[in-house]
């Protein structure tokens, strides 16, 4: 069984910088397609960014292109994401998802879900 779990969510003020990392077990991540979302509570979960894994090729949604990085660790079997230059409006809940069929959107999300994590909440204070 496929699991993924979130880390390295907290507090920062507004222009500071936080690393999420998605660990997954019972799969590598050699050939998953990884994504990352973020939710508020009362609005939909949206795409942030995703990393195709056949090769590392990485896309962002509007918001997170050129402040937030998408990565992964082939040794700790994890997928990180990078966010810099924080803005209030980044606070949200930011999930890792994967799944058997899922793929990378252009526009930074991904499509065909199927593993979630619990999720780890960022607060960017002002």
């Known amino acids: 069984q496929v699991q993924l779990v979130e880390s390295g969510g907290g507090l920062v003020q507004a222009g500071g910088s936080l690393r999420l990392s998605c660990a997954v077990s019972?799969?590598?991540?050699?050939?998953?397609?990884i994504g990352w979302f973020r939710q508020v509570p009362g609005k939909e979960r949206e795409g942030v960014s995703c990393l195709r894994g056949t090769d590392a090729k990485t896309y962002y949604s509007d918001f997170a292109h050129g402040r937030f990085t998408i990565s992964r660790d082939l040794a700790r079997n994890t997928v990180d994401l990078q966010m810099d230059s924080l803005k209030p409006e980044d606070t949200a809940r930011y999930y890792c998802?994967?799944?058997?069929?899922?793929?990378?959107?252009?526009?930074?999300?991904?499509?065909?879900?199927?593993?979630w994590g619990q999720g780890t909440q960022v607060t960017v204070s002002s």
């Open positions: 998802a994967s799944g058997r069929s899922a793929f990378c959107s252009g526009a930074g999300s991904l499509m065909a879900t199927e593993w």
């Open positions: 019972g799969d590598t991540i050699n050939y998953s397609n």
